[in-house]
Antibody, heavy 119, light 110 residues
Framework: EVQLVESGGGLVQPGGSLRLSCVAS????????MSWVRQAPGKGLEWVAN????????KYGDSVRGRFTISRDNAGNSLYVQMNSLRAEDTAVYYC????????????WGQGTLVTVSS | FMLTQPHSVSESPGKTVTISCTRSSGSIASNFVQWYQQRPGSSPTTVIY?????PSGVPDRFSGSIDSSSNSASLTISGLRTEDEADYYC??????????FGGGTRLTVL
């Protein structure tokens, strides 16, 4: 059974930093593109970042580029996002998601972790 | 480019509803469209990928299509059930934008 379990969310002050983690199980993590997608309270889905199988290719959404860094540890089946210079508008549930191996959709999602940026 | 969806739609149980997703620039046929269902308090799940394909486990009451004349994609749900009440998001991409989501449509089954 595929599982994606996020952690690391919490309350942080504006300008602060936070690192989210996602532990994967039930599939070949090292063969999968992985992503972070976020959802502000009561709002829609917003793509944050993608990373390819070996971490050599990373792509970011316009609103986080230069502030967030996606990374992975294939030995530990883990995905990360380092979030710096956080703003109130970064408040959201952050989902870890797998890009389908043979499909262009996000075929598995974690349960999400809430990040609240507030003073 | 942007993907524009209606904010909300509503229909009665047993009826059919269609949710549109209009691409602002570039051809809707150039890149596949996916549709996700998100029930309250849950993570999204795919109901349609590659314009019109259903993942295993998704009932055939869900179907997808694209229309080049209106540059839009559509999700159609027939035989509506109360369990279909959810938010639905379309998603596509292009060379410059790896992932684009529509704003989402709240489906009410009343």
């Amino acid at each position: 059974e595929v599982q994606l379990v996020e952690s690391g969310g919490g309350l942080v002050q504006p300008g602060g930093s936070l690192r989210l983690s996602c532990v994967a199980s039930g599939f070949m993590f090292s063969r999968s593109w992985m992503s972070w997608v976020r959802q502000a309270p009561g709002k829609g889905l917003e793509w944050v970042a993608n990373i390819n199988q070996d971490g050599s290719e990373k792509k970011y959404g316009d609103s986080v580029r230069g502030r967030f860094t996606i990374s992975r540890d294939n030995a530990g089946n883990s995905l990360y996002v380092q979030m710096n210079s956080l703003r109130a508008e970064d408040t959201a549930v952050y989902y870890c998601a797998r890009l389908g191996a043979a499909r262009p959709d996000f075929d598995f999602w974690g349960q999400g972790t809430l990040v609240t940026v507030s003073s | 480019f942007m993907l524009t969806q209606p904010h909300s739609v509503s229909e009665s149980p047993g009826k059919t509803v269609t949710i549109s997703c209009t691409r602002s620039s570039g051809s809707i046929a150039s890149n596949f469209v996916q549709w996700y269902q998100q029930r309250p308090g849950s993570s999204p799940t795919t109901v349609i990928y590659e314009d019109n394909l259903r993942p295993s486990g998704v009932p055939d009451r869900f179907s997808g299509s694209i229309d080049s004349s209106s540059n839009s994609a559509s999700l159609t749900i027939s035989g509506l059930r109360t369990e279909d009440e959810a938010d639905y998001y379309c998603q596509s991409y292009d060379r410059s934008n790896p992932v684009i989501f529509g704003g989402g449509t709240r489906l009410t089954v009343l």
